[in-house]
């Protein structure tokens, strides 16, 4: 009879964990946790081994619950939870009647495993695409029209007031959308209006400690100029990184542009990023050479629709 047990569980902890695994691997594309759940699996199988005893005991007709219609999930979130219950109550189960102490230490790490899994499936995912940014709610309203990658919010020049207010209004725009909405800055008024995430620049905090504020299913970008502020940000935990100034622009005074010596590079920081500054029809040819995840548009938006037909369609 426990031989039933123990062959029950152990293929339900396997699958469970397989599941999950194929989410966080091919939707997410996280080598970190593919990599824990793909150990997981393979303490589970070793710790138990498939048995002459195991497969005798194995009996679909004497299953009561054999061959049962599974639920219908209504959304990837839904998916994960049942399967993170699945492998948590066969762990237990195994742990039960094995008495076995590597059982309870699994099921503890898999606890662990669904707090960060069941998060990063709340946070947008990022498209390839155009990024529009702006300080007026309406064009931003454009952008989610034409469905572009992300929008932000973006008012250097105002009160914190009225960013408040724009950023009540933009929320409004996306709610029923699937176009994420980035704040430029002020993680205070993306928390109060409930934004999708936060972009913040080489002279702000620490996006670990932006993340330790607001917490782990929220994106968090940053503006980086060379290949150590990448890695920077994305070490400490940047969901996405500017690259640029590419030239000269006005919503960048006083920085000189980059050029394109980083932009080859940054593929290897392995996160998504934008290609941004002074981006128009002219030149954007040069930067898709790249081929960067976002291209970022401030002035020529007008053309958003044209380039994501183009480039990212």
């Avoid at 002459?52 to 959304?75: F, G, I, N």
């Avoid at 899994?117 to 064009?139: C, E, H, N, T």
Wanted: glycine content about 8%.
């Amino acid at each position: 009879m426990f031989d039933a047990v123990v062959d029950a569980n152990v293929n339900r902890v396997s699958e469970g964990l397989r599941v999950v695994e194929e989410y966080v691997r091919f939707v997410r594309s996280n080598v970190d946790l593919t990599q824990r759940l793909s150990v997981l699996r393979k303490r589970l199988n070793g710790l138990f081994p498939q048995t002459v005893e195991c497969l005798r005991a194995r009996s679909t007709e004497k299953d009561v619950r054999s061959k049962e219609v599974p639920l219908q999930r209504k959304s990837i979130e839904d998916v994960l939870v049942a399967n993170f219950k699945r492998v948590e109550e066969g762990l237990r189960v195994l742990e039960e009647y094995t008495g076995s102490a590597e059982c309870n230490a699994m099921r503890y790490d898999v606890y662990d495993l669904e707090s960060e899994i069941i998060l990063l499936a709340k946070k947008p995912l990022i498209k390839r695409g155009v990024y529009l940014i702006s300080d007026d709610p309406q064009v931003i309203a454009k952008g989610v029209s034409w469905g572009c990658a992300l929008v932000q919010l973006r008012d250097k020049g105002a009160s914190k007031e009225v960013v408040y207010n724009k950023a009540k209004e933009v929320v409004k725009i996306t709610g029923e959308s699937d176009v994420p909405f980035i704040l430029n800055d002020y993680i205070d008024i993306a928390m109060l209006v409930e934004a999708d995430g936060v972009h913040t620049g080489q002279d702000d905090i620490a996006v670990s400690d932006l993340i330790r504020v607001w917490g782990k299913d929220k994106l968090y970008g940053r503006t980086t100029h060379s290949l150590d502020q990448g890695r920077e940000a994305v070490d400490q935990g940047a969901d996405y990184i500017s690259v640029g100034p590419i030239w000269d622009t006005p919503s960048k005074p006083g920085r000189a542009g980059i050029g394109f010596d980083y932009l080859k590079r940054v593929k290897q920081l392995g996160v998504p990023f934008v290609a941004i500054g002074g981006i128009n029809d002219d030149n954007l040819e040069s930067v898709m050479a790249y081929s960067p995840d976002m291209v970022g548009v401030i002035r020529s938006y007008s053309s958003v629709l044209e380039w994501r037909s183009r480039y990212f369609s």
